[in-house]
């Protein structure tokens, strides 16, 4: 079966570099995609394609993936920025989609 | 402008069938991929499955495969997500979502609809 497998938890000082991980055998041949969920809210797309960023995204968010490991990168953290992040990607065959457990990450 | 507007929350018992609706608006709602995600309380997302309003090709997750129902009316602009008999375990809220052409992410999410089964 498909997996991802994303830190329950990642704790960064506003200004610094916030670095979160998804492996899953699936990310060496499929695209990830992140999502960010504040509390209460529905989730938000951050990342899409590894890489991309959707339009109203801020420039401090980016992605990176390097054979199974997808990382999203948050540079210069702020305190809006505390959230749950959850990575995406469809399985090898892209039948269908899995989210990761989720990152809880707070500002310091 | 894209709207997803889910129907309200509902409480019912274990054993009781449900359907919930995601009304569509502002774009062309047959051929753009529509599904719905899950969140129990106090977890993460989990994607249960999307439809191709066009055709009805649809794709679940093997969590969900003959769980529940996904299913949509092109003349409604309307998904739907069905359980024919709940149990305490589908508590949760569930989401709406429609995934943007080409670039393959959910860019629209409905409020979410809080499905609560209890006895």
């Known amino acids: 079966s498909h997996e991802l497998t994303q830190p329950p938890s990642v704790s960064v000082s506003p200004g610094q570099t916030a670095r979160i991980t998804c492996s899953g055998d699936?990310?060496?041949?499929?695209?990830g995609y992140w999502y960010q969920q504040k509390p209460g809210q529905a989730p938000v797309a951050v990342i899409y394609?590894?890489?991309e960023r959707p339009s109203g995204i801020p420039a401090r968010f980016s992605g990176s993936s390097s054979g199974s490991t997808l990382t999203l990168i948050i540079s210069e953290v702020q305190a809006e920025d505390e959230a749950d992040y959850y990575c995406q990607s469809p399985d090898s065959t892209a039948t269908y989609r899995v989210f990761g457990g989720g990152t809880k990450l707070t500002v310091l | 402008e894209v709207h997803l507007v889910q129907s309200g929350a509902d409480v019912k018992e274990p054993g009781e069938s449900l359907k919930i609706s995601c009304y569509a608006s502002g774009y062309s709602f047959p051929t753009y991929w529509i599904g719905w995600v899950r969140q129990r309380p106090g977890k993460g997302l989990e994607w249960m499955g999307f439809i191709y309003p066009n055709d009805s090709d649809t794709r679940y997750s093997p969590s969900f495969q003959g769980q529940v129902t996904i299913s949509a009316d092109k003349s409604m602009n309307t998904a739907y997500l069905q359980w024919r008999s709940l149990r305490a375990s589908d508590t949760a809220m569930y989401y709406c979502?429609?995934?943007?052409?080409?670039?393959?992410?959910?860019?629209?999410w409905g409020k979410g609809t809080a499905v609560t089964v209890s006895s």
């Open positions: 394609k590894d890489t």
């Open positions: 979502a429609r995934r943007k052409r080409d670039d393959n992410y959910i860019d629209i």
């Open positions: 699936a990310l060496s041949r499929q695209y």
